[in-house]
């Protein structure tokens, strides 16, 4: 399973980027799909993630109402639309395929967002 990330960059807060994350190697709508991120100093968290197969999603409180994931299984595809950026949004974010403790990282896509 090999699993890559795109679409990162730089960006003035307030605006918008879109990560793209494609799964290949696998039956891809099979995989629970979550975004992550890591800033400088601090640990991996997860920034948004699918909780049922009809597509709810869950995300972390800080970007709740601004990000939004979605997929395209016919494309093993799997989205993270990111709007009114923050500096606090600095940092790279991974596509994960899997459960916890059993799944796939991408290489990460760096996302920095200036003031």
């Known amino acids: 399973v090999r699993v890559m990330e795109s679409g990162g960059g730089t960006v003035n807060a307030g605006g918008s980027l879109t990560l793209s994350c494609n799964v290949t190697?696998?039956?891809?709508?099979?995989?629970?799909m979550s975004w992550h991120r890591q800033a400088p100093g601090k640990e991996r968290e997860v920034v948004a993630i699918?909780?049922?197969?009809?597509?709810?999603?869950n995300y972390a409180r800080s970007v709740r109402g601004r990000f939004t994931i979605s997929r395209d299984n016919a494309k093993s595809m799997v989205y993270l639309q990111m709007d009114n950026l923050k500096p606090d949004d600095t940092a790279v974010y991974y596509c994960?395929?899997?459960?916890?403790?059993?799944?796939?990282w991408g290489q990460g896509t760096q996302v920095t967002v200036s003031s």
């Open positions: 994960y395929a899997g459960r916890t403790g059993y799944g796939y």
């Open positions: 190697g696998s039956a891809f709508s099979t995989w629970p």
């Open positions: 699918f909780v049922s197969e009809s597509g709810r999603a």
